[in-house]
């Protein structure tokens, strides 16, 4: 019966997971969501979104 649990809990959060991913690829998909434009050295530009960057990345919680 514990077993049954456990998998109904890990099954939960395994949709959850793919729910909030979805989300984030979704906001990543659109342009109108995009707040910032990353340039490297190469001339390369990659479309982001703050609120990402500075939640996964101390760096740029500071630049912003």
Known sequence: ???KVIDKIHNIMGYVFQH?????E????????SDLTL??????QFKGHK????????LFLLLF
Request: glycine content about 0%; proline content about 3%; some cysteine.
């Open 39 to 44: 340039v490297c050295k190469e001339e390369l």
């Open 20 to 24: 909030h991913v979805s989300l984030y």
């Open 26 to 33: 979704d906001m990543r998909d659109n342009p109108e969501f």
């Open 51 to 58: 609120i990402l960057l500075a939640n996964s990345n101390t």
């Open 1 to 3: 019966e514990r077993l």
